[in-house]
T-cell receptor, first 114, second 113 residues
Framework: AQSVTQLDSQVPVFEEAPVELRCNYS??????LFWYVQYPNQGLQLLLK??????LVKGINGFEAEFNKSQTSFHLRKPSVHISDTAEYFC????????????FGAGTRLFVKA | EAQVTQNPRYLITVTGKKLTVTCSQN?????MSWYRQDPGLGLRQIYY???????DKGDVPEGYKVSRKEKRNFPLILESPSPNQTSLYFC????????????FGPGTRLTVL
């Protein structure tokens, strides 16, 4: 069975500070990894994804994530956050079997304070 | 504009009264899926479809039905809603292939009294 664990349910941080949102996953088959962001009262949109190759992937709005195969982690980082980054962030895995089965983590609510 | 639309956006109903939430996408995507979002649980996949007339269960299919008669539409049916189905529902679509991102609708907030 597959699972995704987001280690922090809430992360408060001051504006312009760095932030890391942690995601660990477990799977018996290879997976593709995604981070999505959900702004208040909206649907989810893609931040970035890891398919293969370089373990450091860059996404929109200055976010990046690093894939660590040995630790089965895919942590999301931003060196300097803005008030507008306040949102909920979801880590997700899709099985590399050609299907559409998707497992999401419980989400991390990032709250950026002035 | 490329988008996934859902209707209604908000719905309050009573236990046992059949309802349908519609989902439509204009991107010619092969894959479509329904999720429910509950606090502390993230998004959980209800059903998904990889093509017309092809559907499969996700992790929480009990109490739900779906159909995919046309490529663009993927309605979610609750034949006898119960209070534990009160939730925020999202429809998503994706091109075929596990490596592709999903495009989400704006959500439907359902309350079952």
């Amino acid at each position: 069975a597959q699972s995704v664990t987001q280690l922090d349910s809430q992360v408060p941080v001051f504006e312009e500070a760095p932030v890391e949102l942690r995601c660990n996953y477990s799977s018996s088959v290879s997976v593709y990894l995604f981070w999505y962001v959900q702004y208040p009262n909206q649907g989810l949109q893609l931040l970035l994804k890891y398919l293969s190759g370089s373990t450091l992937v860059k996404g929109i709005n200055g976010f990046e994530a690093e894939f660590n195969k040995s630790q089965t982690s895919f942590h999301l980082r931003k060196p300097s956050v803005h008030i507008s980054d306040t949102a909920e962030y979801f880590c997700a895995v899709r099985l590399n079997t050609g299907g559409f089965k998707t497992i999401f983590g419980a989400g991390t609510r990032l709250f950026v304070k002035a | 504009e490329a988008q996934v639309t859902q209707n209604p956006r908000y719905l309050i109903t009573v236990t046992g009264k059949k309802l349908t939430v519609t989902c439509s996408q204009n991107m010619n995507h092969e894959y479509m899926s329904w999720y429910r979002q509950d606090p502390g649980l993230g998004l959980r996949q209800i059903y998904y479809s990889m093509n017309v007339e092809v559907t499969d269960k996700g992790d929480v299919p009990e109490g739900y039905k779906v159909s995919r008669k046309e490529k663009r539409n993927f309605p979610l049916i609750l034949e006898s809603p119960s209070p534990n189905q009160t939730s925020l529902y999202f429809c998503a679509s994706s091109p075929s292939g596990s490596y592709n991102e999903q495009f989400f609708g704006p959500g439907t907030r359902l309350t079952v009294l």
